[in-house]
């Protein structure tokens, strides 16, 4: 059976991984016949939102790995440990977290760095020729990580984060949130997703696409 990597950046949108995201790409792997293996890496999130206000939670914090582990159902791996699990493929889910744990470009925009060991992993899967899946706003990273590749990504039509991409020396192609785009010979896939929404249904068609797409490249 592949073994489908889901990196995971806590829990929640503003400030963690996008639920609805991780879930619909953990359901896709099962019905696609493969086993899901969530990781995330075991770091303190930049911040915490309360996410009925809002507004951020002073005096607070938490762990990214024990965050995403809610998602997970208490099934998840240490980022560090992904040499060891035999993963096929890798897909990241959008939400805050990835624009603030995974990486600073929701306070650096182009000029953002991501966290060594995140672009590591997405590093040795494109040199291995293992597929990679970007949804949402994780697609920047992509851009970031891989750009001297010449990559191709989609965060549908955002005109910033388009622009971000470009700037950082990859292309950025518009695409329909039931859509995906497929770049370097099918290795990286991205999906739109809650960048355009608008609802969960159509958000489930692309990343039922991008999954299928991963899964059977893998």
Do not use: W
Not at 29 to 56: R, S, Y
């Amino acid at each position: 059976m592949k073994k489908i990597g889901v990196l995971l950046s806590g829990c929640g949108v503003m400030d963690g991984t996008e639920i609805h995201e991780a879930v619909l790409t953990l359901l896709a792997i099962d019905v696609a016949g493969a086993e899901a293996v969530c990781i995330a890496p075991d770091i303190e999130q930049h911040h915490v939102i309360n996410h009925l206000t809002g507004e951020e939670v002073k005096n607070e914090t938490r762990n990214v790995l024990a965050e995403s582990a809610r998602i997970a159902r208490g099934n998840i791996k240490p980022l560090q440990e992904i040499d060891s699990l035999g993963l096929d493929a890798l897909i990241l889910p959008g939400g805050f977290g990835a624009a603030k744990n995974l990486s600073d470009y929701a306070f650096k925009g182009e000029h953002f760095d991501v966290l060594p060991e995140v672009a590591d992993a997405i590093r040795s899967f494109y040199r291995a020729g293992k597929p990679l899946g970007f949804i949402c706003i994780s697609p920047v990273i992509a851009a970031k990580v891989l750009a001297e590749e010449g990559v191709e990504v989609t965060i549908g039509n955002d005109h910033t984060a388009s622009a971000n991409i470009e700037a950082m020396g990859a292309r950025h192609v518009n695409a329909e949130v039931f859509n995906i785009h497929a770049s370097l010979g099918g290795k990286v896939i991205s999906t739109p997703a809650y960048m355009l929404g608008p609802s969960i249904k159509d958000v489930a068609k692309g990343i039922d696409k991008l999954v299928n797409a991963v899964v059977r490249l893998a």
